[in-house]
T-cell receptor, first 116, second 115 residues
Framework: AQKITQTQPGMFVQEKEAVTLDCTYD???????LFWYKQPSSGEMIFLIY??????QNATEGRYSLNFQKARKSANLVISASQLGDSAMYFC?????????????FGSGTKLNVKP | NAGVTQTPKFQVLKTGQSMTLQCAQD?????MYWYRQDPGMGLRLIYY???????DKGEVPNGYNVSRLNKREFSLRLESAAPSQTSVYFC??????????????FGAGTRLSVL
């Protein structure tokens, strides 16, 4: 079974609008972490935001927020006020477990295109 | 502050050749990782090193070996390259800030083609 599922291969959003990128995860561990990374066309992986399984509040980092719904096992990324520079691939990732805390799983990504 | 540095950036090999991908980090992180990225598949973990002196297999270790040379350096070796190993390879490092927070920082990647 897929550990991380991103069901939107590609999305378009108008500049200055908000956009939500979907991510669902699968784990039976109580302790886990969820991450979003951005990969621009230049290829580097840029860390955006983190949510711990025990965090009660949704994480926010500037224009990025993570809509964490633990019971539904979803960790959607919300980008507010989209900018042209937000056009990139976005990957959801999970680190699971206390014993295997160094194992990470990535989704297949969502390509976001921001239109002027 | 360079972060995570990978060499080379590009490499073309013939089937059966060997090579080593180098990775170094200057953030004093304990943990280091090697991933491969294939089109449409996201990143898959090849090997990781939780700390100096230890290495463990990830999701797709076959055909690869690793060496954690010291705290800074973690190399990935292809002993006999195959076309299926054509991919973009990323090295990453992380520090365990608390038991559930372990943020990875990535190098720029190595584009490898095996003909």
């Amino acid at each position: 079974a897929q550990k991380i599922t991103q069901t939107q291969p590609g999305m378009f959003v108008q500049e200055k609008e908000a956009v939500t990128l979907d991510c669902t995860y699968d784990t039976s561990d109580q302790s886990y972490g969820l991450f979003w990374y951005k990969q621009p066309s230049s290829g580097e992986m840029i860390f955006l935001i983190y949510q711990g399984s025990y965090d009660e509040q949704n994480a926010t980092e500037g224009r990025y927020s993570l809509n964490f719904q633990k019971a539904r096992k979803s960790a959607n990324l919300v980008i507010s006020a989209s900018q042209l520079g937000d056009s990139a691939m976005y990957f959801c990732a999970m680190r699971e477990g206390s014993y295997n805390f160094n194992k990470f799983y990535f989704g297949s990504g969502t390509k976001l295109n921001v239109k002027p | 502050n360079a972060g995570v540095t990978q060499t080379p950036k590009f490499q073309v090999l013939k089937t059966g050749q060997s090579m080593t991908l180098q990775c170094a980090q200057d953030m004093n992180h304990n943990s280091m990782y090697w991933y491969r990225q294939d089109p449409g598949m996201g990143l898959r973990l090849i090997y990781y090193s939780a700390s100096e002196g230890t290495t463990d297999k990830g999701e797709v270790p076959n055909g690869y070996n690793v060496s954690r040379l010291n705290k800074r350096e973690f190399s990935l070796r292809l002993e006999s390259a195959a076309p299926s190993q054509t991919s973009v390879y990323f090295c990453a490092s992380s520090e365990l800030y608390r038991v559930d927070k372990n943020i990875q920082y990535f190098g720029a990647g190595t584009r490898l083609s095996v003909l």
